[in-house]
């Protein structure tokens, strides 16, 4: 099992482009979300999705669209992007909500300048 | 959202030293997770807790949940190099998906 995989690992964009993150699954989950982490910040909830074609706000949704076509992939969109969205971003996937095991990507690293 | 306060921020300690790093709130979580990430990597699962006064042990990591079910503490034995990382806390308290609230972590730094 390949877990959570995020693409890319790296970014640089000017302000005002606009990118997709990539990230899938090969567990089968039915839930996954999108974190940023900002030092000092820890991590926040962009969106999730509790379902293929369910997505739902998180505590900063601003800025970012999600769509859940299939069960594998969650993708993230930057619609014009901003250097406050200079971050770390963490996409990630569980069977369930509550105690439930969380598994995270490796992160994509994402400089707007 | 429910607030999670760690402390101490920052921890650098000497090989064979323990030490125990604290998750705090006023609010009552239904369960709670320690996480911990290394740098360039995702948070991996530690353990998860869900009963008042539940204490778990993983090799020289003691995991408590307070009995309130609103705090709870790490502590390390004989901490080695390779504990160092950023331990970081999540406590759900129910409502969904987006119930799970991430503490801002614990930076701790294990010198040989």
């Known amino acids: 099992n390949a877990g959570v995989t995020q693409t890319p690992k790296f970014q640089v964009l000017k302000t005002g482009q606009s990118m997709t993150l990539q990230c899938a699954q090969d567990?089968?989950?039915?839930?996954m979300s999108w974190y940023r982490q900002d030092p000092g910040m820890g991590l926040r909830l962009i969106h999730y999705?509790?379902?293929?074609?369910?997505?739902d706000q998180g505590e900063v949704p601003n800025g970012y669209n999600v769509s859940r076509s299939t069960t594998e992939d969650f993708p993230l969109r930057l619609l014009s992007a901003a250097p406050s969205q200079t971050s770390v971003y963490f996409c990630?996937?569980?069977?369930?909500?509550?105690?439930?095991?969380?598994?995270f990507g490796p992160g994509t690293r994402l400089t707007v300048t | 959202t429910q607030l999670l306060e760690q402390s101490p921020q920052f921890l650098s300690i000497q090989e064979g030293e323990n030490l125990t790093v604290y998750c705090n709130s006023s609010?009552?979580?239904?369960?709670l997770q320690w996480y911990r990430q290394e740098p360039g990597e995702g948070p991996v699962l530690l353990v998860t807790?869900?009963?008042?006064?539940e204490v778990k042990k993983l090799k020289r990591l003691t995991f408590q949940f307070g009995d309130a079910r609103k705090d709870s503490s790490l502590h390390i034995t004989a901490a080695q190099p390779g504990d160092t990382g950023l331990y970081l806390c999540?406590?759900?308290?129910?409502?969904?998906?987006?119930?799970?609230?991430f503490g801002k972590g614990t930076h701790l730094i294990i010198q040989p």
């Open positions: 990630a996937s569980s069977s369930g909500v509550g105690g439930y095991e969380q598994y």
């Open positions: 567990m089968n989950h039915e839930y």
């Open positions: 999705s509790v379902g293929a074609g369910i997505t």
């Open positions: 609010s009552v979580f239904s369960s």
């Open positions: 807790v869900v009963t008042g006064g």
């Open positions: 999540a406590g759900y308290s129910g409502g969904g998906a987006d119930g799970l609230t």
